[in-house]
């Protein structure tokens, strides 16, 4: 307990915890930016990236789960998605992949790749919280 938390009668386990972190792997401006802010308003801190490093960084941060547009045009989602579950630091983080729903070929790629669940720009766009709560549990 601080000096300061002392005069005001808390301490440091009455600070709220942080929300967990969903990483986004996306490189579109306006679908990215509204994802960030239904990700806020669901309780969860959104980290955008757009590029493969940057997503492979942050995934070794032990995110609650990583959020990939499969058709990015930074990086190859599917190779992308295959070298994280293959690799022991970031395999335990949930990814859910998606693309427009005509696409059939990419949601199928990112599947066999290993992504945990994929699902149409439309499906994101309107009910992430369902599907959230489908590959996570509970914030």
């Known amino acids: ?5 002392r005069s005001r009668g808390t301490s440091r386990r009455d600070a709220p915890a942080s929300p967990p972190q969903i990483v986004v792997a996306d490189d579109d401006l306006l ?5 960030s802010g239904t990700l806020t308003a669901l309780g969860y801190r959104p980290l955008v990236v757009r590029t493969e ?24 989602a599917a190779g ?3 070298r994280l579950k293959d690799d ?3 395999r ?11 696409d059939v070929e990419r949601l199928r790629a990112a599947k066999a790749a290993g ?3 994929v699902a149409t ?8 919280g369902r599907l959230l709560t489908a590959l996570i549990g509970t914030a």
Not at 1 to 5: D, F, N, P, R
Not at 56 to 74: C, D, F, K, T
Not at 92 to 102: A, Q
């Open 92 to 102: 335990g983080v949930p990814i859910l992949g998606f693309c427009g729903h005509r």
């Open 115 to 117: 992504c945990d669940e």
């Open 121 to 128: 720009n439309g499906a994101v766009a309107g009910d992430l």
């Open 31 to 35: 679908f990215s930016t509204n994802l």
């Open 53 to 76: 490093a940057a997503l492979l960084e942050a995934l070794r941060g032990s995110p609650r789960a990583a959020i990939v547009n499969l058709a990015a045009r930074g990086f190859e």
């Open 1 to 5: 307990m601080t000096a300061e938390s």
């Open 80 to 82: 992308v998605i295959a």
């Open 88 to 90: 022991a630091a970031t």
